[in-house]
């Protein structure tokens, strides 16, 4: 159970990601590594019709950071490299049960916008129609 207390879940169709704790800065490149791997698995799961990949619907990332207790620039710079991942590959990370100490953090780094949390956003698979593609700078939506 986490710091929250609920368990890591992630809405159908998005890839879930949980952040270890402590999470060290030696840490970052394995779980960078590990979301490109888990993002090339979804994108190449067949549609719900048996098409093959999932095409311009992306799935949403649902990074869980409920256990991170250890609250630093480590932790930053994790969740901006994981976010910068998915992004490369045309999907976006959401936060999942954050702690108030982490959204503070984020927020006076000013970085509310590049690392949103998926209380505060569209943490589900994108309506039909729309893109999800990666836009120019982190921080637009």
């Not at 990601?17 to 791997?37: F, S």
């Not at 950071?65 to 990370?93: F, K, P, S, W």
């Amino acid at each position: 159970m986490g710091q929250q207390g609920q368990p890591p879940v992630a809405p159908p169709g998005s890839v879930l990601l949980v952040l270890p704790d402590p999470l060290t800065r030696a840490d970052i490149p394995g779980l960078c590594d590990r979301l490109q791997a888990l993002l090339r698995n979804a994108d190449a799961a067949p549609h719900a019709d048996g098409t093959p990949g999932r095409g311009p619907a992306r799935a949403p990332v649902i990074c869980d950071v409920g256990e991170v207790t250890q609250v630093d620039t480590v932790t930053l710079d994790a969740l901006a490299r994981l976010q910068l991942t998915a992004r490369r590959l045309g999907h976006r990370a959401w936060l999942s049960r954050a702690s108030p100490r982490l959204r503070l953090l984020i927020t006076l780094a000013g970085l509310g916008e590049a690392l949103p949390f998926a209380d505060t956003g569209p943490p589900g698979p994108p309506a039909p129609g729309s893109s999800s593609a990666p836009r120019p700078g982190l921080g637009q939506p």
